[in-house]
Each structure stands twice: as C-alpha cells, then as structure tokens.
C-alpha cells in the first residue's frame, strides 16, 4: 500500500466516508421511491458507492463506520422534498476543491481517471431518475407566481385601505380562498383541453400551491395589529417562499437560482407596492374611512 501525505490521507479518507455514507443512502432511498426503474436506478448508484469506497480503502486501509446523523438527514429530506432533490442536494455538497484535487492527482494519477468515471457514471444514472411530483413543477410554479402576485397586492391595497390587519385578514382570505378554486378550476380545464390524463392531478398541484401560499401570506395580519408592521412581515415572507421554492427547482432540475429569483422577487413586490399606493389613492377619491 502507497503512503500518502498527510493532506492527501486526510481527503481520501474524507472522501472515503462519503462514498459510504451515500451508498447506504442510496439503498434506504430505493426502499421507499415510487417506481420499479427508480429504485433500480438508486440501487445501482448505491452499489457504485460501495465500489468507491472499496477503492478508496485500498489505499487507506481503514474500515470506516456511516455517519448516522448525515444518512438520517439526507433520508428524511428524500421523504418530504422528494429523492431527486435529496441525492442532487448531497452530491452537490462532495465537490472537493481545485487545490485540494490538483495534490490528490499528484500523489495517486489514477484518481483523475477513478474520479471523471465516477462523475460521467453518477451523471447518467441521476438523469434517468424520473420522479412523478418533478412532472407538476409548472403546476407549482403557476399556483405560487399567481397567488404571490395577486394575493400579494390585494393585501397591500387592502393594508393602507382599511387599516385593520382583521378585516385585512378576512377580505384577503375570502379573496384567496376564490382564487384558489379559480386557479384550480382553470388549470384543470386547460389540461382537458389540451387531452391530459392528469388533469385532476395537474389542478390539484396547482390548487395546493395556491392555498398554501394564500394562509402564509394572510398570517401575518392575523398574528400582529399593526397594519405597516403586518404588510413588511408579508413581503419578507414572500422573499422566504419564492427563495425557498427557487432554491428547490435550481437543485432538483439543475436550473440557475440568480435570475430566476430575482424576477420572480421583483414582480411579486412590485405588484404589491403599486398595490399599496392605489390603495392609498382609493382612499383619498372615495373618501371611504374604515
């Protein structure tokens, strides 16, 4: 056996105990994915792993024991965010850095070669992963975009207009609440006409999204009394959902995260300050005191 430099042990060892962790990753994934090819597909990267390990052993000589704490973490992730994200999230995480890689090359050249198989491999068995709620994201996306944006600015409007955070609440709640049913009903009409078989499923995603994003945003104004109070807690929520939801499909469809928050972002807010101001303008030409 080779003996290696202390730096280039410390990162095969390193990158040792992560082959391992995410073999046994792979194998507790596989147990509960939706789909024959899905769980053919994790088990071969589960077995991928182990031979990694199996290589990376040969020149350290240790036997290594799973990080418990990391395979719970990744499992449970793969259970409520769904597995595509999960194993893209974790193999994001295992890139080494250039100078540490350029040392590992120097020491063991046939790294280079282990290393760029592994990768071209691991690329090609990722892509084939094909997961059912992956399918609906335009059916998300259309239910968050058009509550954030809709809903957004009629609370700002209703903010300045009515200056009660309960009557807020309860007008933004009636809104949301038709709109949900409205967003839903439209989608499923579209994907009928369109001769989908998933329409029920389509409408229910985009129903869901809505919904959801209706009770966050309505939150605030049940929970504080302060009117402008209550209004900056609804766009700082809005930046959480649109950067938590960005953040999601960048990793999951490996999309850029920048752009497309920003534009999502610059809208949703945008809308709900011109909101604000004709909320104010109403107000004033009406001369409606609430």
Same mark, same amino acid.
């Given at each position: 056996?080779? #003996?290696?430099? !202390? =730096?280039?042990?410390?990162?095969?060892?390193?990158?040792?105990?992560?082959?391992?962790?995410?073999?046994?990753?792979?194998?507790?994934?596989?147990?509960?994915?939706?789909?024959?090819?899905?769980?053919?597909?994790?088990?071969?990267?589960?077995?991928?792993?182990?031979?990694? @390990?199996? +290589?990376?052993?040969?020149?350290?000589?240790?036997?290594?024991?799973?990080?418990?704490?990391?395979?719970? !973490?990744?499992?449970?992730?793969?259970?409520?965010?769904?597995?595509?994200?999960?194993?893209?999230?974790? $193999?994001?995480?295992?890139?080494?850095?250039? =100078?540490?890689?350029?040392?590992?090359?120097?020491?063991?050249? #046939?790294?280079?070669? +282990?290393? $760029?198989? $592994?990768?071209?491999?691991?690329?090609?068995?990722?892509?084939?992963?094909?997961?059912?709620?992956?399918?609906?994201?335009?059916?998300?996306?259309?239910?968050?975009?058009?509550?954030?944006?809709?809903?957004?600015?009629?609370?700002?409007?209703?903010?300045?207009?009515?200056?009660?955070?309960k009557l807020v609440a309860l007008s933004g709640l009636i809104v949301g609440i038709s709109a949900t049913f409205s967003m839903a009903s439209s989608e499923f009409l579209s994907a009928k006409s369109e001769g989908r078989k998933d329409a029920f499923?389509?409408?229910? @995603?985009?129903?869901?999204? @809505? &919904? &959801?994003?209706?009770?966050?945003?309505?939150?605030?104004?049940? &929970? &504080?009394?302060?009117? *402008?109070?209550?209004?900056?807690?609804?766009?700082? %929520?809005?930046?959480? +959902? %649109?950067?938590?939801?960005? @953040?999601?499909?960048?990793?999951?469809? =490996?999309?850029?995260?920048?752009?497309?928050?920003?534009?999502?972002?610059?809208?949703?807010?945008?809308?709900?300050?011109?909101?604000?101001?004709?909320?104010? *303008?109403?107000?004033?030409?009406?001369?409606?005191?609430?």
């Amino acid at each position: 056996m080779k #003996e290696l430099s !202390k =730096d280039v042990l410390a990162t095969v060892l390193q990158m040792q105990q992560n082959e391992l962790n995410e073999s046994i990753i792979y194998q507790r994934i596989a147990k509960f994915a939706k789909g024959e090819e899905n769980k053919k597909t994790l088990e071969r990267l589960a077995a991928e792993e182990r031979a990694h @390990y199996e +290589i990376w052993k040969s020149y350290t000589g240790i036997e290594m024991k799973p990080k418990r704490a990391k395979i719970l !973490k990744y499992t449970w992730i793969a259970r409520i965010l769904g597995f595509t994200f999960a194993v893209k999230l974790m $193999e994001r995480g295992e890139e080494l850095a250039q =100078d540490t890689y350029g040392r590992l090359v120097e020491e063991i050249p #046939e790294s280079a070669h +282990i290393r $760029e198989q $592994e990768e071209e491999h691991e690329a090609a068995l990722l892509s084939m992963l094909d997961e059912e709620k992956l399918h609906y994201v335009g059916s998300m996306v259309l239910g968050l975009s058009d509550a954030l944006v809709e809903l957004a600015g009629s609370l700002a409007g209703f903010t300045f207009a009515m200056q009660n955070t309960k009557l807020v609440a309860l007008s933004g709640l009636i809104v949301g609440i038709s709109a949900t049913f409205s967003m839903a009903s439209s989608e499923f009409l579209s994907a009928k006409s369109e001769g989908r078989k998933d329409a029920f499923k389509s409408c229910s @995603y985009t129903g869901i999204a @809505y &919904l &959801l994003t209706v009770v966050a945003l309505i939150a605030p104004y049940l &929970l &504080l009394s302060q009117p *402008l109070l209550a209004l900056g807690a609804m766009i700082g %929520i809005i930046v959480l +959902i %649109i950067a938590g939801f960005t @953040y999601y499909t960048s990793v999951a469809q =490996d999309l850029k995260f920048g752009s497309r928050f920003l534009e999502m972002a610059g809208i949703s807010i945008g809308v709900a300050v011109i909101s604000f101001f004709v909320g104010i *303008l109403a107000k004033e030409l009406l001369g409606v005191d609430i």
